[in-house]
């Protein structure tokens, strides 16, 4: 299925989607895009009237590539990693499960990770 880039400006935004209009043809009707989950909250800053970058389908389906003017919002995005097992973790031929480190006061050795 074949899709084009363009620039438009935000008319609304509704939770995940926004609406957009391309900015050398104001009159046409918004299209529907999706706001990816960097560019969502304050980590894109986005509101109505932000001239941004997107994709758009035949199927009038679209999502929001960027900002136009480059900027980015107040702080990037969180993000988190599925949580392995200690036992699963092998690094330069070095177990994490079984790697421990000798300490100068108390104990003589840390505990293994869990």
Known sequence: MAGQIDKG???SIDG???RVVPC????LVSASVVIPWH???TSGNLSK??????????DQTGILLGR???NWGNF???LSVETLRASSVTASGVSLAAHSHSVTE???QTGNPT
Not at 24 to 27: A, D, Q, S, T
Not at 49 to 58: K, S
């Open 106 to 108: 108390g104990a003589t």
């Open 16 to 18: 995940n989607v926004a």
């Open 68 to 70: 136009a003017d480059g």
């Open 39 to 41: 560019l969502r909250g």
């Open 76 to 78: 990037v995005p969180e």
């Open 9 to 11: 400006k935000i008319t």
């Open 24 to 27: 050398n043809e104001p009159g």
């Open 49 to 58: 009237g932000t001239e941004v970058v997107y994709a758009l389908f035949e």
